[in-house]
Each structure stands twice: as structure tokens, then as C-alpha cells.
């Protein structure tokens, strides 16, 4: 089929007919621009992005997160008897130790004063 | 009747709107020389407050690991192992529950606290001094609700032990 054929037949076309596929186009890219807001929204409002240290400024941080645990944690099946429990106990007071042993987010460290943004006396 | 009804909710909702300012003015009780101040180091401010975000996020990266261990690696398995050996772990149940429901106010109150700080960080403090200096105040409320958070996981996690050892005393005695 010549190329003059193809522009006579798609003269004899309907309006749906010539466009059809620039409106499937056009819905796809409609319907993915509301995919990545409600993915935006999910991702900004589960407490996500502040779990995300890919975000710009975190670059200087981002090697001292931990990423995999070799923690296996305790086994929720078996007998519990005494070296059940024991095995328990020892995980769990090393776990305790390391949780408790850090006072995190304490300390003063955005006061008025050291932001150098108190009031003048 | 009814006038005069619509009358005072007009006038109550117009003093909202005058009052406000003045209100919240009164509240602060910022003087010129201070919001100078603010204007003059809000950017070395700003600074500081981009670094402990920073420090802060890795914090709750690593720490958030560790409480979240606690709860999906030892306390859900262990009261699972006691329900499936038909044991009471009433107890321990209970304890895992506070922790959870702390975990989830530890989690919601580092969101607010971030999100605080992100608008802290990004506004415009040499136009908006006074907005500037109100989130700081807020977010350091707000850190110190993260910080409460802990304390209270840390205080759960120690109950936990507690409840543990009541419970391994409960086995000993029941298989002796």
C-alpha cells in the first residue's frame, strides 16, 4: 500500500478513528500521573520518607545506617523449656542492653541559645 | 431571635480574626531587637538545624531497627511459642501490646517532628523571622516528645525483662 493510499483511507476515517490512539496515549500518561501522586501521597504520609536516607542531604549519613541484620531473632515455635527460655533470656538482655543503653534524641541541641537565636538581654 | 444569633456569630468569628494576631503576638512577646536578632542568624541557624535533621534521620534509621527488632524478633515470637505450648502469658501479652502502641506514638511523633524541622529548615527566615523562630520552638517540642517516646519504649522494653522472668519462674514451678 502506497503512502498516498494510506493518507486516502485515513481521509475516508471517522474523528475517533484518527485519533484513537493519541487519546489511549493520553489517558495512559493521565492515568500514571495519578498513580505517582497517590504513591507521593502514601510514601510522604506511612512515615516512609523519613525512613528514606536516599533523599537529598542524607548523602553524608547514608553509609552509617544499618542496612541488614544478621539478627535472626527467637524461633515462635519449639518447646518452651528451661533452654528455651534461657536461650530466650540471653537473647533478649543482649537486645535490652544495646535498646536502652543510648539516651537518643535527648540533650539540648536546638535551644535559642545554641542556634544563637535567643532573645538579646 | 435569630438575628440576634447571627449577629454574635458573625461578630465572635470577625474578634477571632482581629484577636488572633494580637493573641498569639502577646503569647511570643517578641521585641525588634530580638526578631533582628533571629533575622541576623537565622541562616547559621538554619545550619545547625539542616545538621541535627540529618544526624537525627540516622538516629531514627537505626534506632527504629532496633525497637522494631525487639518487638518482630523476640516479644511477638516468644508469646506466639507460649500460645502454641498453652501457657499464661497473659502477662507478656499485655506488655507486647503497651510496646506496640508505643512504637506506633514513637513512629508518629518522629513524623511530626521531621516535618516540623523540613519547614523550619525551608523557610524563608530573613522575610519570615517570627514564623522561623515559632518552628524552631516547635520543633524542639516536638523533639522532645521523639525523646518521651523513647524513654517510654526503653521503660516497656525493661517491663518486658520483668514480666519474663516472672514468667520463667511460673514454668520452672509448674515443671518442678
Known amino acids: ?22 487519546v489511549f496515549v493520553g489517558i495512559a500518561i493521565f492515568i500514571s500521573v495519578i498513580m505517582v501522586l497517590i504513591s507521593m501521597h502514601l510514601y510522604n504520609t506511612s512515615g516512609t520518607a523519613q525512613l528514606d536516607l536516599s533523599r537529598p542531604g542524607y548523602q553524608s549519613v547514608r553509609e552509617q545506617a544499618s542496612h541488614t541484620s544478621a539478627f535472626e531473632g527467637y524461633p515462635s515455635t519449639g518447646a518452651l523449656d528451661s533452654e528455651a527460655l534461657s536461650e530466650f533470656k540471653k537473647l533478649y538482655t543482649e537486645k535490652e542492653k544495646e535498646a536502652t543503653s543510648i539516651d537518643s534524641f535527648g540533650g539540648n541541641v536546638i535551644t535559642d541559645k545554641a542556634l544563637s537565636i535567643d532573645a538579646p538581654k | 431571635m435569630k438575628r440576634f444569633l447571627f449577629v454574635a456569630t458573625i461578630s465572635a468569628i470577625l474578634l477571632g480574626f482581629v484577636a488572633g494576631p494580637f493573641a498569639y503576638a502577646a503569647e511570643t512577646e517578641m521585641t525588634q531587637q530580638h526578631i533582628d536578632r ?11 538545624l539542616q ?11 537505626n534506632r527504629g531497627q532496633l525497637y522494631e527488632q525487639m518487638s518482630t524478633k523476640l516479644m511477638e515470637p516468644l508469646n506466639n511459642r507460649i ?11 499485655l506488655t507486647a501490646t503497651d510496646y506496640e502502641r508505643q512504637l506506633n506514638t514513637f513512629r508518629q511523633s518522629y513524623k ?48 518486658y525483662g520483668v514480666d519474663f ?9 509448674r515443671a518442678g
Request: hydrophobic letters at 40%.
Open chain 1, 1 to 22: 500500500m502506497s503512502e498516498e493510499e494510506l493518507v486516502a483511507e485515513a481521509k475516508t476515517l471517522d474523528s475517533w478513528s484518527r485519533h484513537r490512539f493519541l
Open chain 2, 38 to 48: 533571629i533575622r541576623a542568624n537565622c541562616v547559621e541557624a538554619k545550619t545547625i
Open chain 2, 51 to 61: 545538621r541535627v535533621h540529618v544526624s537525627d534521620a540516622l538516629l531514627r534509621v
Open chain 2, 83 to 93: 500460645t502454641l505450648n498453652r501457657l499464661d502469658g497473659m502477662t507478656l501479652a
Open chain 2, 112 to 159: 511530626t517532628y521531621d516535618e516540623t524541622m523540613s519547614d523550619a529548615i525551608s523557610i524563608n527566615c530573613v522575610d519570615k523571622p517570627v514564623s522561623f523562630y515559632d518552628l524552631v520552638v516547635s520543633a524542639r517540642q516536638k523533639r522532645k516528645d521523639v525523646h518521651k517516646a523513647t524513654l517510654e519504649l526503653h521503660k516497656t522494653i525493661k517491663q
Open chain 2, 165 to 173: 522472668n516472672a514468667f520463667e519462674k511460673y514454668v520452672k514451678e
